[in-house]
């Protein structure tokens, strides 16, 4: 478990089928955010509508006025091989907060 050391915040940006529920889209964003925050680079997923990897190139990209890390998912669902993108946007500044808004 990640120990906790402030308030952290930001944003997640998904780009994802629309065939997955809802819930497997917050499960696949939660192992990103929790990928950015441990630093992780790779990590296996498996869940009742797919299978498969979520990993990063610690690449920053923009998003309109949004920047942030982003990661990229290689499923294998029942309606074949897809593909999910997502961009975490931190908008305090590292561990314990200490600052205001940040525009990345």
Do not use: C, K
Not at 17 to 23: C, D, H, Q, R, Y
Request: net charge negative; no cysteine; charged share 30%.
């Amino acid at each position: 478990m990640m120990e906790h050391q402030g308030i952290r915040w930001g944003y997640v940006f998904l780009r994802a089928p629309n065939f997955l529920s809802g819930e497997d889209r917050d499960s696949l964003m939660t192992t990103a955010v929790e990928m950015y925050l441990s630093g992780e680079p790779e990590r296996d997923i498996l869940a009742e509508g797919y299978e498969g990897r979520v990993y990063t190139e610690r690449r920053f990209e923009m998003l309109g006025e949004f920047g942030g890390q982003r990661f990229d998912a290689e499923l294998e669902t029942v309606h074949g091989r897809d593909t999910a993108t997502f961009l975490v946007n931190e908008q305090t500044r590292g561990i314990g907060g200490g600052g205001g808004f940040s525009r990345n």
